[in-house]
C-alpha cells in the first residue's frame, strides 16, 4: 500500500459512477501555497510506525518557463522495513496558474515490485505519453484536458475548490490519470470536525473518499480523510479501515506554509 494523501489514492481509485450533488470548481486560484512548503506523515498501525511520507513543493523550469515541482516520497521504516521495504519517489511539474500537470513521473520499489515511469502531457492532441523506461516502451493514451495526476490532484483540490460553497454530501469528481488509465476519482463532504493533533485541536473539513473494497480494504467507505479548514487546506489525518485493524496517517511535521496554521487549542 502506498503512504499519505498520494500513496493511499493510487489503491482506492475507482471507475464506478458518480451520484449525488456535484461542488463547485473555479478556475481563478485561491493562492494556497508557496515554493518551499514541507509536510511530514507518520503512518502507523496501531501504535507501531510503518512509514514516513513526506510532500515537498520546489520551483522548476520546462522550456525556460518557471513551474512548480512536487515530489511525494513514501518509505518504510523500522520492522517493517525488514519485512517489506519500500521506497516510492512521485514528481510532478505543474504550472504555477492552472494546477495541470505538464510532466509526471514515478519511480517505485515495494518490497522487490520495480516501476520506474515518465509520462508527458500534450494537452493539444489530448494524449498523455507514457514511458517505461525498465522496458523502454513509451505508449500514448487519449486524456481529457483537465485531467490530473496523483500528485497535481492535491494541489488542484486546495487552489481551484470552493469551500465556501461546500454542502454536507456534495461530491468532489476529479479525471485521474494513473498507470496509463483514466480513473473517475470522488469524495463526499461529511462536515467540520475537530481533530486532536501533536500541534493542538485543528478544525477540518471531513471527507470520505469512494474506494473499492477487497483484500486490502473492509468496505467502499472504509477511508476517511480530514482537511485542514484554513487557507492552506492541507491534509491533518488519513485513516482506512483494513480488513484487520485499521491504518492511519497523521500530520507529523510542517513548514513553509504559506498562510498561518489554525490552532484552535495548544
Same mark, same amino acid.
Given at each position: ?48 510506525? !510503518? ?17 512548480? /515541482?512536487?515530489? !511525494?516520497?513514501? &518509505? ?12 516510492? %519517489? ?8 492552472? %494546477? ?5 513521473? &514515478? ?6 515490485? *520495480?516501476?520506474?515511469?515518465?509520462? #508527458? ?9 507514457? $514511458? ?15 485531467? #490530473?495526476?496523483?500528485?497535481? *490532484? ?12 461546500? /454542502? ?27 481533530? $486532536? *493533533? /501533536? ?10 473518499? *469512494?474506494?473499492?473494497?477487497? &483484500? ?20 491533518? =489525518?488519513?485513516?482506512?479501515?483494513? $480488513? ?10 510542517? =513548514? ?7 490552532? $484552535?487549542?495548544?
Amino acid at each position: 500500500m502506498f503512504f499519505c494523501f498520494v500513496f493511499f489514492l493510487s489503491n482506492f481509485l475507482s471507475a464506478q459512477d458518480s451520484v449525488g450533488n456535484s461542488a463547485p470548481f473555479v478556475s481563478s486560484s485561491y493562492d494556497s501555497y508557496k515554493k518551499g512548503e514541507f509536510m511530514k506523515y507518520r503512518i502507523h498501525y496501531g501504535v507501531f510506525n !510503518a512509514s514516513y511520507a513526506t510532500l515537498g513543493l520546489q520551483e522548476a523550469s520546462i522550456d525556460s518557463i518557471k513551474v512548480y /515541482k512536487a515530489i !511525494a516520497i513514501g &518509505r518504510t521504516t523500522g520492522l517493517a522495513r525488514l519485512f517489506f521495504k519500500v521506497e516510492d %519517489v512521485y514528481e510532478t511539474y505543474f504550472s504555477k496558474s492552472l %494546477v495541470q500537470p505538464i510532466k509526471s513521473t &514515478r519511480n517505485v520499489y515495494e518490497g522487490g515490485y *520495480t516501476k520506474d515511469i515518465e509520462i #508527458q502531457y500534450d494537452y493539444i492532441n489530448s494524449q498523455a505519453i507514457v $514511458k517505461d523506461l525498465e522496458k523502454n516502451e513509451t505508449n500514448k493514451v487519449s486524456i481529457s484536458n483537465n485531467i #490530473q495526476d496523483l500528485v497535481s *490532484t492535491f494541489y488542484y483540490l486546495r487552489n481551484h475548490f470552493d469551500v465556501k460553497k461546500l /454542502k454536507i454530501n456534495d461530491f468532489i469528481r476529479i479525471t485521474m490519470f494513473f498507470d496509463a488509465e483514466n480513473y473517475n476519482f470522488r469524495m463526499k463532504f461529511l462536515g467540520l470536525q475537530d481533530i $486532536k *493533533t /501533536k500541534f493542538g485541536v485543528v478544525n477540518c473539513l471531513k471527507f470520505r473518499p *469512494t474506494i473499492e473494497s477487497g &483484500r486490502v480494504f473492509k468496505d467502499n467507505e472504509s477511508l476517511t480523510l480530514w482537511i485542514s479548514n484554513d487557507e492552506n487546506k492541507i491534509p491533518i =489525518k488519513i485513516k482506512a479501515g483494513l $480488513k484487520i485493524g485499521s491504518i492511519e496517517a497523521d500530520l507529523e511535521q510542517f =513548514k513553509g506554509l504559506k498562510h498561518p496554521f489554525k490552532i $484552535k487549542i495548544k
